[in-house]
């Protein structure tokens, strides 16, 4: 199948924001046509992808535990990858916080956010909306559901355990018993790239339709208030992108900056595309076991795990997003309390929904463990949503190109070639 370039997902956001911010100047009525024709098109492409993430955690992730070949190599596989995600995460943290004390992006809010009704929109009703609305948006929540669950967030960590089960069935079962089953595994996991492959080719058009709205919405006056809490979050991501992770590649793992660039291009236009770590799994792992030349036993149960796990993109936008919440309301949080606000961004990244938005009720409990409220604040949380998706965005392809990091400095300890 032909692949299409990842310029084209460049172009399609670049035609959305164009399109977005024109239709909010000269046709500002327009806001029901677009939820109406636009957004669901691009809201079936996040939904399609999402229905498979499901059945690729539990193939992907039992296929890697079992080709580790012994649960001392794969105990070693885990211990090498928690700790270097957690000084990714620790990383994305310093960096955060040491740019949101330099360019103090909430202190110019303070009395300049319109009321949240010229923010939103709602939710378009029409019969496409209706339509795409029948497919699951998040099928973790929707089986939670079922079952009588209270979040999402548990019935994917039941689900990881799942498939950490079954993986280590796998392992421990004689050769000659679990070939038939290994098989079936990897079949199934052959389908899933297979649909992965051909519904990323509608990438492009999905930026288009989201951002779009998200533009719409948003309108130029609101990107001008938040626009050094915008910067402050991209900086930050560019440091940890293109400073901490090249470093790490180089130190730890030997690899060639070149080639893990290239290898990665696909993986990071779909996670810009989707907003979402867990919806971009697949097209991760095709591209480690591919142009990167990761083993399958180690880039499998890395990344996995990763996507859920590992989001060091979520705790530098949680660090900045708070404080930036707080210097809005007037706070100025000590160094104790910023402590505390590294610590918890640290923490619920690892406990944050890799989907769109998923980040957003992290920050309101941070919020609330330090007393701030954001309905006094000046500022709120439904402005945040002004600019979340674009940022979003951002700092998705950030998590998943950190899970390959790991994934590589991983392979290199373990015996693989750079």
Same mark, same amino acid.
């Given at each position: ?8 997902? @460049? $172009?399609?956001?670049? &035609? %959305?924001?164009?399109?977005? *911010? #024109?239709?909010? +100047?000269?046709?500002?009525? !327009? ?31 039992? @296929? $890697?535990?079992?080709? &580790? %070949?012994?649960?001392?190599? *794969? #105990?070693?596989? +885990?211990?090498?990858?928690? !700790? ?37 929109? %709602? ?7 209706? +339509? ?51 098989? +079936? ?234």
């Amino acid at each position: 199948m032909e692949k299409r370039s990842p310029w084209w997902v @460049l $172009a399609g956001l670049v &035609a %959305g924001v164009g399109t977005g *911010l #024109g239709l909010r +100047a000269w046709q500002p009525n !327009a806001g029901p046509f677009l939820q109406t024709w636009v957004e669901p098109w691009g809201e079936l492409f996040l939904r399609l992808l999402f229905l498979l993430v499901i059945p690729v955690l539990l193939t992907a992730l039992p @296929l $890697a535990i079992a080709s &580790a %070949g012994s649960l001392l190599r *794969l #105990g070693r596989t +885990a211990l090498s990858a928690f !700790a270097l995600a957690l000084l990714l995460g620790a990383s994305s943290v310093l960096v955060a916080l040491a740019l949101v004390n330099v360019t103090h992006p909430g202190k110019s809010m303070a009395g300049k956010v319109p009321p949240a009704e010229e923010i939103a929109l %709602g939710q378009g009703s029409g019969f496409l909306a209706q +339509a795409v609305n029948l497919i699951p948006g998040n099928p973790f929540g929707l089986l939670a559901g079922w079952l009588g669950w209270e979040s999402s967030a548990k019935m994917m960590l039941a689900i990881l355990g799942l498939a950490v089960g079954l993986g280590l069935m796998m392992l421990l079962l004689p050769e000659s018993r679990g070939k038939g089953i290994r098989q +079936a595994w990897e079949g199934t996991f052959a389908i899933c790239m297979r649909f992965i492959a051909g519904l990323i080719r509608w990438a492009p058009g999905a930026v288009f339709c989201l951002t779009c709205l998200s533009f719409f919405r948003t309108g130029p006056e609101l990107l001008g208030y938040l626009g050094t809490f915008g910067l402050t979050v991209l900086l930050a991501l560019a440091l940890q992108g293109f400073g901490v992770y090249p470093v790490l590649l180089r130190v730890l793992g030997k690899y060639d900056l070149g080639k893990f660039w290239r290898g990665i291009r696909e993986p990071l236009s779909t996670a810009f595309a989707t907003a979402s770590s867990n919806a971009t799994l697949p097209v991760t792992l095709r591209a480690a076991e591919g142009p990167l030349g990761l083993r399958p036993e180690i880039s499998r149960f890395v990344l996995t795990a990763g996507a859920s796990t590992n989001q060091n993109g979520t705790a530098l936008y949680e660090g900045v997003t708070v404080i930036f919440l707080a210097q809005a309301a007037g706070v100025d949080l000590s160094l104790t309390q910023q402590a505390v606000v590294a610590g918890y961004a640290l923490i619920a990244s690892m406990g944050t929904a890799g989907v769109p938005g998923g980040t957003l009720p992290m920050i309101a409990a941070v919020l609330a463990s330090l007393g701030v409220n954001p309905d006094n604040t000046g500022v709120g949380i439904a402005l945040i949503l002004g600019v979340d998706r674009f940022l979003d965005m951002c700092r998705t392809s950030i998590n998943v190109t950190g899970d390959l990091v790991i994934a590589v400095v991983a392979d290199r300890w373990a015996g693989g070639k750079s």
